[in-house]
């Protein structure tokens, strides 16, 4: 079932503000159907995280098949992790449908395939835009990149840029970092904490982007990349504090996904005007 649902927020909630309880208890009710389009090192990894999510993981990356596929999927993820031939063309077709979709714009700025294709793709006007402090600030034209995937500047650092991207693109950026930023043209919301184990897991940003995708499906963007980045840091925390390490975190991530509840997001993002 195709679920594209723009949800408002409720009544007892501001229109500057946004519900990621709501939101996840709409996600569980739906399933959405996700397109991934990702970096081939974090494939399996996401599609479990989605699964996990509550939301129906596809990873269909094929030219001639992508943009059919996108017509029908609730939200789509764009990740140029690994951007081959093959992924450029059918993200180029995936972001013609009329589906909600998110821009993972990985490593842009320190390498030119992928930066080219990310400023080519911004005309296509994502729904939501995640990423490093660095790599915003690359796509807004102010920086010249992280060092490769990871960053070198805070996400305070790109708030400017991102909501210069969110004017232009009239979507969402979403600033991963110690205390995710995240803003459209109106309004700003930070989600803090989440656990640094995070990052010594291979896929915890790029399945973060197909959660956002996943969120599109049933709320509004703004909505959507808070109710994902309030998951990832409920699940996160809850995850380090049972694990040894990265290898048994990124098991208990899993299971911590599944079990949050729309309850848990409830006082975990800060909003200003």
């Known amino acids: 079932m195709v679920v594209r649902t723009s949800s408002s927020p409720s009544t007892s909630t501001p229109a500057w503000e946004a519900d990621p309880a709501g939101a996840l208890a709409r996600l569980r009710e739906a399933a959405p159907l996700t397109q991934c389009i ?14 996990a999510l509550g939301a129906a993981p596809a990873m269909c990356d094929i030219p001639g098949e992508a943009g ?3 017509g029908i999927a609730g939200g ?18 995936a972001v013609t449908a009329p589906t909600p ?14 930066t080219a294709l990310a400023h080519e ?12 402090a660095s790599e915003i600030l690359a796509l807004a034209g102010v920086g010249a990149g992280g060092r490769g995937v990871d960053a070198t500047d805070a996400a305070e650092d790109a708030l400017d840029a991102a909501r210069a991207l969110a004017e232009r693109t009239g979507g969402t950026v979403a600033v991963s970092g110690e205390v995710d930023v995240i803003v459209d043209a109106e309004r700003t919301a930070r989600v803090p904490g ?6 010594k897991v291979t896929g915890g940003g790029c399945a973060l982007g197909a959660a956002m995708a996943a969120f599109a499906a049933v709320a509004e963007p703004f909505e959507a990349a808070i109710a994902a980045s309030a998951v990832w840091a409920v699940a996160s925390e809850r995850a380090a504090s049972g694990s040894r390490g990265p290898g048994s975190f990124a098991v208990a991530f899993l299971d911590e996904l599944a079990a949050v509840r729309p309850e848990d997001l409830t006082g975990r993002a800060e909003f200003a005007r």
Request: net charge positive.
């Open 101 to 114: 979709w998110v821009l993972d714009p990985v490593a842009v700025g320190a390498l030119p395939v992928r």
């Open 194 to 199: 989440g656990s640094a184990l995070l990052t």
């Open 38 to 51: 990702t970096n081939a090192v974090v494939t399996n990894f996401t599609a479990n995280a989605l699964l």
């Open 121 to 132: 793709l911004l005309a296509a006007r994502p729904a939501i835009i995640r990423g490093n």
């Open 68 to 70: 059919l596929f996108a």
């Open 76 to 93: 789509v993820l764009v990740n140029l992790g690994t951007p081959t031939a093959e992924q450029r063309d059918a993200a180029r077709e």
